[in-house]
């Protein structure tokens, strides 16, 4: 009777190991002791190896894709403040003076304006999630300080944890773009 060899598979290389190693053979990097079942991306390492890179690259990418998701979630708030200030303008009871009703008028064509541009880049971070990414942040921040210098007791009262929160996934979006770019150039170079 034959017995099968169970391979470890390292999660920087994903090069099988023979049981009870504690380093890998092929990467040099330590073994866990419970193996996950997926590659993984760890810490700041990047994969020195073509088969850690194949293996990286379709997960830092997925990672910087990240930004994608919150582009349309800013996509649709902002789409829905417009909507909200086009019905507070039409004001049917008639209790806003024409001072009013121009200043919702100028935030209804602010918000849609801010709507679009979150939708342009958050279909081109599906092509190009780094750019699309770095764009992103620089937008949200600027029309974050716009409304901050506009009314900054409602950014500072409540708005900066949402703040905080885009500005960290936009930030972790760009890292993994940016190791995701390094792989890649990484793997031309060693393919040339």
Known sequence: ???????????HCWVGNDPGHR???????????????????????????RPGRELQLPELKRQAKVARVVLLLLTVLSGLLGVFCLVLMTNPAGRLGPDEVSTYAAAAAAMGVQTLLYLGLWWWAE????????????LFLTFAAVAALADPVAVLGGGWTLLVA????????????????QLEVQGDADGA
Do not use: W
Not at 1 to 11: D, E, G, L, S, Y
Not at 24 to 49: H, N, Y
Not at 127 to 138: D, F, K, Q, T, V
């Open 166 to 181: 885009f500005t960290a996934i936009f930030c972790k979006a760009i890292s993994d773009g940016v190791k995701h770019r």
């Open 1 to 11: 009777m034959t017995q099968a060899v169970i391979h470890n598979h390292c999660p």
């Open 23 to 49: 380093y890998c053979e092929a990467c040099g990097k330590a073994m866990p002791l419970a193996q996950r079942r997926e590659p993984r991306v760890v810490g700041r390492s990047l994969a020195r190896t």
């Open 127 to 138: 092509r190009s999630p780094l750019p699309a990414s770095i764009a992103g942040l620089i």
